[in-house]
């Protein structure tokens, strides 16, 4: 499944995009041996070399750890009437 949003960094560096609708990206790596990291929240991040591809296509694997605990805050005040 093609996700937007998906971030994608060069390890090491600020320098980075993210995935458009349909899953694209497009970023100037600096040589082959550059690191490309992936990243979407509920997904475990991974890390490719790019190795002189121009196209790296990756798969990220739903992240399987459960929340024991979901704290709501909120802020405002209600006149109990």
Do not use: C, H
């Not at 960094?9 to 790596?29: C, H, M, P, Q, R």
């Not at 490719?48 to 909120?74: A, D, K, R, Y």
């Amino acid at each position: 499944m093609k996700k937007i949003g998906v971030n994608v960094l060069i390890e090491g560096t600020s320098t980075g995009a993210v995935t458009d609708f349909d899953g694209n990206y497009s970023i100037k790596v600096p040589d082959g041996n550059a690191l490309l990291q992936f990243s979407f929240l509920g997904y475990t991040s991974e890390t490719f070399p790019v190795g002189g591809q121009t196209v790296i296509n990756v798969s990220l694997n739903q992240e399987s750890s459960e929340l024991n605990e979901v704290v709501v805050i909120g802020y405002g005040s209600v006149k109990r009437k």
